[in-house]
């Protein structure tokens, strides 16, 4: 006697979906802040935090110092324009966060750290905000810099400089 095993068409397809993944969410595996959110309350939360802490050295409208792209007398760079016209689309999701919480001084930079004033939901909050500004290409080519960059050790690889996180 032989034992046949029998699948329903549903098993079998949500088996397929589970090993063959498909676009978005849960069943591709693409981390939540990979989408673009339009959720009001995060935005509007995004917007006050980042004219409460961001606004004063990024300015009002994420436009950056004036010659953000030239380091100043002492040799430090001014705050970039954060409207996806310069390089913070070159920062991954996890690096984004790590510069708002800790700022750069770690890294020989002059942006201060706001961990005291600024948890990991509160800087998701802004960056999402920051990003709901992005053109879309900008956009687009982030999503590709943090799919190829997910990690630090991920980054160093890639750019073979060591991600020194904050100082303790």
Request: charged share 25%.
């Amino acid at each position: 006697m032989t034992a046949t095993l029998r699948t329903s068409p549903l098993l079998a397809l949500a088996l397929a979906l589970l090993v063959t993944g498909c676009d978005g969410g849960f069943w591709s595996g693409e981390p939540e802040h990979r989408e673009r959110t339009d959720n009001p309350e995060i935005l509007a939360r995004g917007e006050h935090l980042y004219q409460q802490y961001c606004a004063a050295c990024h300015g009002e409208d994420r436009e950056g110092a004036e010659n953000w792209h030239q380091p100043d007398e002492d040799g430090n760079w001014p705050p970039p324009p954060l409207d996806g016209s310069a390089h913070t689309w070159h920062h991954p999701w996890w690096q984004l966060k790590d510069m708002i919480r800790y700022g750069g001084q770690a890294r020989g930079g002059t942006m201060p750290s706001f961990e005291e004033q600024i948890d990991e939901e509160d800087a998701e909050a802004i960056i999402y905000w920051l990003q709901s500004h992005w053109p879309d290409e900008v956009y687009e080519a982030w999503l590709d810099y943090d799919r190829n960059t997910p990690t630090p050790a991920d980054w160093e690889e890639a750019t073979g400089r060591e991600w020194v996180t904050h100082t303790d």
